[in-house]
Structure formats: C-alpha cells, structure tokens
C-alpha cells in the first residue's frame, strides 16, 4: 500500500480558502478526516473509485472532495472556512467498497496536515 501524503494545510482567517491535496493512488474509496484539537477524527469526505462523493452535513456545501487519477492526486477544497474547521486534516484510503466516511474501514493514512482558520 502506498501511504497517503497530505499537503496545503495553512492558516488562513474565517470565511477564507484553502486547498488540500493527497499524493496517494487509486483505491475504492478515498477520504479526507478531521481531527479537532482534544476531540476524535471525523470524516469531512469523501469520493469512490467510480466518482461518487459522500460529505457531513458540516462539509456539504462549503467542502469539495475530488480527484485526479492521472496523478493519483485527491483533493479537498475548503471554502468559507470556519474557526470550528481548525485541527489536524487527514488523508485516507480504503479498499472497501461501501467505505463512505466510516474511519474504521480505512486501513492507509497520511500524516496530516493542520489548518489553522482564526476569526
């Protein structure tokens, strides 16, 4: 298994952008978590080998999950971010075909990257 490496993590100010990207290859299911400082990980989002995206009702809207299979790239445009998006990004893999934002169906994790939103 290749494990993931997250960058484009950053500190940026409440309603600002950040894009986070993934070096990672192809899997069923492929999905960016959140980890807030003193809480556990919780998915953001995330996207299967066919396309199909599954996001929280906190990321729906304001996140976008996506993928480049030519580069073996993921992504995970964040907009409008908020002091509560603050916290440690992850990303994952899982071979799992039904994997959606379940953590405990992913077996391959990046390090992380923090992102830091100030108000």
């Known amino acids: 298994q290749v494990q993931p490496v997250e960058s484009g993590g950053g500190s940026v100010q409440t309603g600002g952008s950040l894009r986070l990207s993934c070096a990672t290859s192809t899997y069923a299911y492929q999905g960016w978590f959140h980890q807030a400082p003193g809480k556990e990980r919780e998915g953001v989002a995330a996207i ?48 799992i075909e039904w994997a959606g934002l379940r953590s405990s169906l992913y077996t391959s994790w990046g390090q992380g990257t923090q992102v830091t939103v100030s108000s």
């Open 48 to 95: 299967n080998s066919r396309g199909s995206t599954s996001y929280t009702d906190s990321s729906k809207g304001r996140f976008t999950i996506s993928q480049d299979k030519t580069m073996n790239t993921l992504y995970l445009q964040m907009n409008n971010l908020k002091p509560e998006d603050t916290g440690m990004y992850y990303c994952a893999t899982s071979s």
